[in-house]
């Protein structure tokens, strides 16, 4: 281990300089405590740089309680209601970033994603955070009353030390399981981590499918273990992605079927029914291509149905149609893993830390943060707004 000579002091220490522990230091330094925040990335915020194709989904105008996982439901809520999506799209018109309204309440910069970091890190500077980068942590013990840190650049001693270093998506942008470590030093429990918000592999018959189809989007409703999206689903080379691939993904388990229904805004039967009086000489994969595609119509007639005029189709047949059109069941072999996953589903234990500060119920002083924990939001901006209210509630007492 690298010794240092003198021991440099603060009040604060954050480890992690992504969205949660930006926040964090900027509220705790706007209290007037001395913050330094360590990162050991070359640059803070890399994951805001890149959310929302560029755009930064930075929160969602219908965050409630209800759109996050955890194993204990209500610990998000105390902090998601003293500070919410309205307090961080005030703080966004402070600094007169112009901003919209995707869909389904997603909030995105016109601009850029960096619009967003350049408003933290002004926050930060202006409240006399200090920013070291390049900076990786050896090592932490408690001593009386405060933290000792060996870093790679010196020693520190802090009074309060909040862990903000995200999860294991993404190790391209340098995520590691440092705070789970860290958690697990300090006698926290963690759980079992895994990927969320990723898409699916398939190995099966349905891979060819998959592979021809690549690039297409359907509108389409996903369900599993009792939870169902309305998005869109996306065939890759690799199995099937989308929003409501990545939304169910965080509800689904090795082994278990997700259903699809492919016409979620229209009655098969009453399509027929249509159809068989306007044109009844149209085959069923005329018909077909015109809903979903060509090459899609193809194969549902090569692997499910009997390519036939629409006039010679009976009610069983018309039904065992809507059926399979309806409750497409697909049993994914996988995920793609953390190189995709826009987040980690499990983490620290939140019953063992307060609701309220985010501090260890185990040691006085210690704070966990952001992704690290044991609460994850669905896509479209709940993340970060988890990370803003997380950070923020550590921040106010830290």
Same mark, same amino acid.
């Given at each position: 281990?690298?010794?240092?000579?003198?021991?440099?002091?603060?009040? *604060? =220490? =954050? *480890?992690?300089?992504?969205?949660?522990?930006? /926040?964090?230091? /900027?509220?705790?330094?706007?209290?007037?405590?001395? *913050?330094? %925040? %360590?990162?050991?990335?070359n640059k803070p915020g890399k994951k805001i740089l890149m959310s929302g194709g560029g755009r930064c989904n930075f929160t969602n105008m219908f965050a409630e309680p209800e759109n996050f996982i955890s194993h204990n439901s209500h610990f998000c809520k105390s902090a998601l209601a003293r500070y919410t999506q309205w307090d961080f799209i005030a703080l966004v018109a402070t600094h007169g970033i112009a901003y919209h309204e995707k869909k389904l309440g997603q909030l995105f910069c016109d601009n850029k994603a960096s619009d967003i970091l350049n408003m933290l890190l002004?926050?930060?500077? $202006?409240?006399?955070v200090k920013l070291q980068l390049n900076t990786s942590v050896l090592s932490i013990r408690k001593e009386d009353d405060h933290f000792h840190l060996e870093t790679d650049q010196q020693a520190i001693d802090c009074e309060s030390l909040v862990i903000a270093t995200g999860g294991l998506s993404i190790p391209t942008m340098g995520a590691t399981g440092f705070g789970y470590k860290v958690a697990e030093q300090f006698g926290h429990k963690v759980y079992p981590t895994r990927a969320g918000l990723v898409p699916f592999v398939v190995t099966d018959s349905l891979k060819a499918l998959c592979t021809e189809m690549s690039g297409a989007s359907l509108d389409a409703i996903v369900s599993c273990n009792g939870t169902s999206?309305?998005?869109?689903? %996306?065939?890759?080379?690799?199995?099937?992605?989308?929003?409501?691939?990545?939304?169910? #993904? !965080? +509800?689904?388990?090795?082994?278990?079927?997700?259903?699809i229904n492919l016409s979620p805004a229209q009655s098969i039967a009453d399509w027929f029914a249509s159809e068989k009086e306007t044109r009844p000489n149209a085959e069923l994969k005329t018909l077909l291509s015109e809903k979903f595609t060509k090459k899609m119509a193809a194969w549902m007639c090569e692997k499910w149905f009997v390519n036939k005029p629409i006039k010679q189709l009976n009610a069983p047949e018309i039904t065992?149609?809507?059926?399979?059109?309806?409750?497409?069941?697909?049993?994914? #072999?996988?995920?793609?893993? +953390?190189?995709?996953?826009? =987040?980690?589903?499990?983490?620290?234990?939140? $019953?063992?830390? #307060?609701?309220?500060? /985010?501090? !260890?119920?185990? =040691?006085?002083?210690l704070y966990f943060i952001g992704e690290v924990v044991d609460v994850t939001g669905w896509l479209g901006?709940?993340?970060?707004?988890?990370?803003?209210?997380?950070?923020?509630?550590a921040g106010e007492v830290v």
């Open positions: 281990m690298q010794k240092h000579g003198a021991v440099e002091k603060v009040d *604060v =220490v =954050v *480890v992690g300089a992504g969205a949660a522990g930006l /926040m964090c230091a /900027m509220t705790a330094g706007a209290r007037g405590r001395s *913050v330094r %925040l %360590l990162d050991h990335a002004k926050e930060c500077s $202006d409240a006399g999206f309305r998005e869109n689903i %996306l065939f890759t080379h690799r199995g099937l992605s989308g929003p409501a691939i990545l939304q169910i #993904s !965080s +509800y689904w388990n090795v082994g278990d079927k997700i259903e065992q149609i809507e059926q399979q059109l309806t409750s497409w069941s697909v049993t994914p #072999s996988g995920t793609e893993g +953390y190189r995709t996953a826009e =987040v980690t589903m499990g983490g620290v234990n939140t $019953d063992e830390l #307060s609701s309220k500060t /985010m501090m !260890s119920n185990k =040691v006085g002083g901006g709940f993340n970060f707004q988890w990370s803003w209210a997380s950070g923020h509630a």
